[in-house]
């Protein structure tokens, strides 16, 4: 059974720094794509970070110069990170970790098969 468990969130000031965690367990498949997305109350799943298996990387253009996505992997579990540089107040959500069992990230979040249950960043003006 995978698992998603997010971690890192929490409240900062504006121009602030915050590195989420994201533990991945269970899975086994020899590909994947692995994203960090942000939800707001009553708004929709925004994609922010991805990581490929191949190495490839991308970020919304809202966080490109901002946020750093990396992976690292230990006894059969993923790691997977977000380091926020200069958060912004609409840098505000529910941070949640996900994944697709797949080379390619797709390009729709209801194709990601694995979701975790998010971690809150607050960033105060």
């Known amino acids: 059974q995978v698992q998603l468990v997010e971690s890192g969130g929490g409240a900062v000031q504006a121009g602030g720094s915050l590195r989420l965690s994201c533990t991945i367990s269970g899975y086994t498949y020899s590909t994947y794509c692995l994203a960090w997305f942000r939800q707001v109350p009553g708004g929709p799943r925004e994609g922010v970070a991805s990581f490929e298996s191949d190495g490839a990387m991308d970020y919304a253009d809202f966080v490109k110069g901002r946020f750093t996505i990396s992976k690292d992997n230990a006894e059969n579990i993923l790691h997977l990170h977000l380091q926020m540089n200069s958060l912004k107040p609409e840098d505000s959500g529910m941070y949640i970790c996900?994944?697709?069992?797949?080379?390619?990230?797709?390009?729709?979040?209801?194709?990601?098969?694995?979701w975790g249950r998010g971690t809150q960043v607050t960033v105060a003006s």
């Open positions: 996900a994944a697709a069992a797949r080379p390619k990230c797709p390009a729709d979040d209801y194709n990601f098969h694995f």
